[in-house]
């Protein structure tokens, strides 16, 4: 069965600093895997999302997250946060072409500190 | 850009009501899916549909049911509310998996309180 874990709750980081929030994911053929951020009290927005090529994926407001088939990994990063970053990220799995389901991750809370 | 509109935000509805959830979406996308979601548990598909008067089940779909009569609209009902149906109901849409044009497009939310 295909599943997504996010293994954190909450992440905390200082504003300017790195940011990574980490995602993992089981599934038996090649994986579609998506990033979407929700903000309080609204739906979720698409991010960015790894289909088939470069492992390093770029996406939207300076987001990347880069796919690890031998770890079976899809982190987000950004290399400096901003407090307007703050929200809960969640992280989703497509079991490719012929599949509807999307998976998701129970979400991370992202907090960006002053 | 893609639009996905929910018609409530927030709902207060008694228990044993029925009650409609109606979403609609602007972008031609075959896929609809409603979800609902809960603190510590996720996003949980309740019911999705690939086609007008096509549905499949989700994860979650009991004491829910769904309607499908044209493309752009996709509705839940609740035959019979209950509390425990109290949570934050999301819509989405999307174009087949096949196209390439993979992500799902989301409404705003709604948050249904069942008193």
């Known amino acids: 069965a295909q599943s997504v874990a996010q293994p954190e709750d909450q992440v905390n980081v200082a504003e300017g600093n790195p940011l990574t929030v980490k995602c993992t994911y089981s599934v038996s053929g090649n994986p579609y895997l998506f990033w979407y951020v929700q903000y309080p009290n609204r739906g979720l927005q698409f991010l960015l999302k790894y289909i088939t090529g470069d492992n390093l994926v770029k996406g939207s407001y300076g987001f990347e997250a880069e796919f690890n088939k031998s770890q079976t990994s899809f982190h987000l990063k950004k290399p400096s946060a901003l407090v307007s970053d703050s929200a809960l990220y969640f992280c989703?799995?497509?079991?490719?072409?012929?599949?509807?389901?999307?998976?998701f991750g129970k979400g991370t809370k992202l907090s960006v500190i002053p | 850009d893609v639009k996905v509109t929910q018609s409530s935000r927030y709902l207060v509805k008694r228990t044993g009501e029925k009650v409609f959830l109606e979403c609609v979406q602007d972008?031609?996308?075959?896929?609809m899916f409603w979800y609902r979601q809960d603190p510590g548990l996720g996003l949980r598909l309740i019911y999705f549909?690939?086609?007008?008067?096509?549905?499949e089940k989700g994860d979650i779909p009991e004491g829910y049911s769904v309607s499908r009569e044209k493309k752009e609209r996709f509705s839940l009902i609740l035959e019979s509310a209950s509390t425990n149906q109290t949570s934050m109901y999301l819509c989405?849409?999307?174009?087949?998996?096949?196209?390439?044009?993979?992500?799902?497009?989301f409404g705003q939310g709604t948050r249904l309180t069942v008193v």
């Open positions: 549909s690939y086609d007008v008067k096509m549905k």
């Open positions: 972008m031609d996308h075959e896929n």
């Open positions: 989703a799995l497509l079991t490719g072409a012929g599949s509807y389901q999307l998976t």
């Open positions: 989405a849409s999307s174009f087949p998996a096949w196209t390439g044009r993979t992500e799902a497009f």
